[in-house]
């Protein structure tokens, strides 16, 4: 595989992490106050204002409104962009250390959020097993396509 394509991977794959971990921020909250893990909309938890694409970036978003919500002005804990940068290094590490096998790395992502949500959701476990299958959907697909691109990348 030409470095190119690797770097290629390496981004997105560490892209997906924080992104997940954007998620992850979300179900977490969610989880443990019961609201519905499944909305149309991300909205602030304090002053329920829709939150704008804009606002939704992973770390980026947190930095550029310096740590408050745009409407309300109430702060957003900071343990949001640390959870997403947390993903990122995950995600980031453990590609660089597993890419030569994928199943692994996969195997590695799904303990890694299964663990976190069994630790975070203790005594909301229904809800949690709902946010566990959104998030095993989504490596599912991920895993999948990164599985694809390897094979091919390495026969061609
Ligand atoms: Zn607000």
Redesign the pocket.
């Known amino acids: 595989m030409t470095p190119f394509y690797y770097l290629i991977l390496f981004l997105c794959t560490s892209v997906f992490g924080c992104v997940m971990g954007a998620y992850f921020g979300t179900v977490d909250y969610r989880v443990r106050h019961d609201e519905p893990l499944i909305t149309a909309d991300c909205y ?1 938890p ?2 329920r ?1 829709r939150l704008p694409l804009l606002h939704q970036i992973p770390i980026l978003s947190w930095i550029v409104l310096k740590g408050r ?1 745009r ?2 002005s ?1 702060p957003i804990p900071v343990r949001y962009p640390l959870i997403e940068g947390g993903f990122l290094l995950f995600y980031g590490v453990s590609f660089l250390l597993l890419w030569r096998h994928p199943l692994v790395l996969a195997a590695a992502w799904y303990l890694f959020f299964t663990l976190l949500l069994l630790l975070r959701c203790q005594g909301h476990y229904r809800s949690a097993l709902k946010g566990w299958s959104i998030f095993a959907g989504y490596h599912l697909l991920f895993s999948a396509l990164l599985l694809i691109l390897l094979s091919a990348l390495s026969a061609g």
């Open positions: 602030c304090a002053c204002h919500c409407f309300c109430e």
